[in-house]
């Protein structure tokens, strides 16, 4: 089984994108920038459309995740990774994006929900890392063969995997930064907020490569990028898959020295 694992250096934001299908004013160009309403959004005559990155030079890629869409239960997703010459190195196959998910309370997931926990993610990590990338296709079906398909980010590159798994307690949350008001009269009004997710949990007992592996993540990436990060990135329930998973920016991060050679880690990430 698969242990933690994390996409920390986005190789998306260097690449050429191109998309399939494109509403006018919901361009390409949007899923390269860390706004989480800023979408790129594909025609509403169709339910698919096909993501194509294109680089220059090699590429090491072995992991690629959508942190925010509105795909739902019955979607599909495929990753197919591509060298120079267009010769196919790996082929995720279509698989089911985001299993169990359905919009709450009647709400149709769409880039104006994003903020409020409206927001589907999806992730296909490979076995063997490719480094010979030069293009990678993304191709995205919504289950509802009417509905436009809406994505704020893509994120690709080589991830970390720690060699041990997180200890159990693992806490996810949500924070509503929505402000109640009271009235002398007793009467309240409410100024909705964004809400974020959270995630606390900890490696225990790592070796002394993770630990040299996460203090550089800490340091270079620091409070001010973002990453993904996906607890359980093969379980057989995908939903549990995504529910463990935030794209964030990492909080009072701290490593400890247990004993000879193992190490703790105690990680805090807030959602974008």
């Not at 942190?67 to 196919?88: D, E, H, M």
């Not at 270079?220 to 990135?233: K, N």
Request: glycine fraction near 4%; charged fraction near 15%; hydrophobic fraction near 35%.
């Amino acid at each position: 089984m698969a242990n933690l694992r994390v996409l920390y250096n986005n190789l998306a934001d260097s690449a050429t994108i191109t998309a399939s299908s494109t509403v006018l004013g919901y361009a390409i160009a949007n899923v390269q920038n860390i706004k989480k309403t800023s979408v790129h959004r594909s025609a509403a005559t169709t339910n698919t459309v096909t993501y194509t990155l294109n680089w220059t030079s090699d590429q090491k890629i072995n992991g690629v995740a959508l942190p925010a869409t509105n795909l739902i239960n019955g979607s599909t997703i495929r990753v197919t990774l591509y060298n120079s010459a267009g010769t196919l190195l790996a082929d995720s196959n279509t698989v089911a994006a985001c299993k169990d998910k359905n919009p709450e309370l009647s709400v149709a997931y769409t880039s104006n929900v994003f903020p409020y926990s409206g927001a589907t993610k999806t992730s296909i990590w490979f076995d063997t890392l490719y480094s010979t990338v030069r293009r990678v296709d993304i191709t995205l079906t919504h289950a509802n063969s009417l509905t436009s398909i809406d994505c704020s980010r893509i994120v690709c590159g080589n991830y970390w995997e720690s060699t041990r798994q997180a200890s159990n307690g693992i806490t996810v949350g949500v924070v509503d930064n929505s402000i109640i008001t009271n009235t002398r009269s007793g009467d309240s009004y409410v100024d909705r907020r964004p809400t974020i997710e959270t995630m606390q949990f900890q490696l225990q007992y790592i070796n002394d490569k993770d630990r040299k592996t996460l203090l550089e993540i800490m340091k270079t990436v620091g409070s001010s990028g973002l990453v993904y990060l996906c607890i359980f990135p093969d379980n057989t329930n995908p939903e549990i898959t995504q529910s463990y998973s935030i794209y964030g920016r990492s909080q009072s991060n701290s490593l400890e020295y247990a004993l000879y050679s193992l190490y703790n880690s105690s990680l805090n990430i807030n959602s974008w």
